[in-house]
């Protein structure tokens, strides 16, 4: 099987016997690539790089190194489900860093979108680097770049989502083994190698994280609500049957405040919005239909539940006009 472009004869993977064949040609393809020399990789806890991961753990054990940069932007629990995971369960080589307080010092009191976007983008390669740095004799860089990476850059639609970005004078040589894959087959892969459904069958996460959930200037407390109650309503949607039905769903908190009332007293506080959508290629969306019962239910544990929260709203907006995210 060549390991550059998907051969045009090649069949869907779509059954676990089919994953398992893929899987003992790519550990063959990858061993005579890397040799035994060391292996780099960005482990975002996302469904690519965790694939990547848990394939060439198989492939080539210690001589992997997995970095988990965590930029105080992650999702509640994910952080946690890396080392779990990875370390603790697949005995991996993996270098953690809590990169938070860097973060969050260099966001602070950026407000325009953009901005917040290239300071993410910039200080996670920045991390990234000096790990890497850390580290001896490293020739490889490995990525989960999958088939419609390749096939957008290649159609101009994005650059290249993952490769690039270091230093000039860290030159790599890449390893991608799944890059011939669409997700689905990703995530069959996953499931073959060992990986828990919760990483597999995840729904889109951006790679600047709640960062685009706190619109406007990020800060703590804000931040705070949006992972809590983003926590409360994946709770609440996975014991409601939603989960893995809907496409996406996520909590924004605007960099507003209105009065309230809490314990008899005047609260001046934050709102959280949901936002629940379907589609099948985020290019447009619609807008999921959620049970009264549940819309209560969800208020009334997010204002009690989540700190210095007083209201939850629902977004009704399909995009367009709106956007899937608000920043
Ligand atoms: P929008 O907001 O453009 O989102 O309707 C469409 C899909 O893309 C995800 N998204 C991002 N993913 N980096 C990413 O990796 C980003 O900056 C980013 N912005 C949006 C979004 O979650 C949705 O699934």
């Known amino acids: 099987m060549a390991n550059d472009r998907r051969p045009d004869d090649m069949v869907r993977i779509t059954t676990p016997e089919l994953a398992d064949a893929f899987i003992a040609e790519q550990i063959k393809l990858v061993k005579e690539q890397v040799g035994d020399k060391k292996v780099l990789l960005a482990l975002s806890g996302g469904v690519d790089s965790s694939v990547v991961a848990a394939l060439l753990i198989k492939a080539i054990g210690k001589q ?23 370390r603790n369960q697949m ?5 953690y860093v809590d990169a938070t ?10 407000t325009d979108p953009e901005k917040k976007r290239m300071i993410i983008g910039g200080e996670f390669i920045e991390v990234f680097a000096e790990e890497a740095r850390k580290l001896e004799g490293v020739q490889f860089l490995a990525q989960g770049t999958i088939w419609p990476d390749i096939l957008e850059s290649e159609h101009g639609i994005k650059a290249h989502h993952n490769a690039g970005g270091l230093p000039e004078d860290m030159n790599f040589e890449l390893v991608e083994p799944v890059k011939i894959l669409f997700k689905d087959e990703v995530r069959i892969v996953g499931k073959q190698l060992g990986l828990p459904d919760g990483m597999v069958y995840r729904q889109p ?13 990020i800060t703590r407390d804000r931040l705070e609500a949006v992972r809590e109650s983003d926590a409360i309503l994946r709770e609440e949607f996975a014991k409601n049957g939603l989960e893995g039905k809907v496409w996406q769903y996520f909590t924004v908190v605007p960099d507003f405040r209105s009065t309230g009332i809490k314990d008899g007293k005047r609260a001046f506080e934050w ?3 949901i936002r629940a959508v379907n589609t099948t290629d985020a290019m447009t969306a619609t807008v999921q239909d959620i049970p009264y019962e549940l819309m209560c239910h969800l208020a009334d544990r997010i204002t009690h539940e989540v700190p210095g929260v007083n209201r939850v709203l629902y977004d009704y907006t399909p995009k367009p006009t709106g956007t899937i995210e608000f920043e």
């Open 64 to 86: 992997l190194v997995c970095v988990h940069v965590n930029h105080g932007l992650l999702r509640k629990g994910e952080p946690e489900q890396v080392i779990e995971v990875f």
């Open 91 to 95: 005995d991996a080589n993996l270098v």
């Open 101 to 110: 307080d860097r973060f969050l010092d260099k966001l602070a009191g950026v």
């Open 205 to 217: 996460f951006p790679g600047p994280g709640l960062g685009v959930r706190c619109p406007g200037a």
């Open 271 to 273: 709102s959280v919005i």
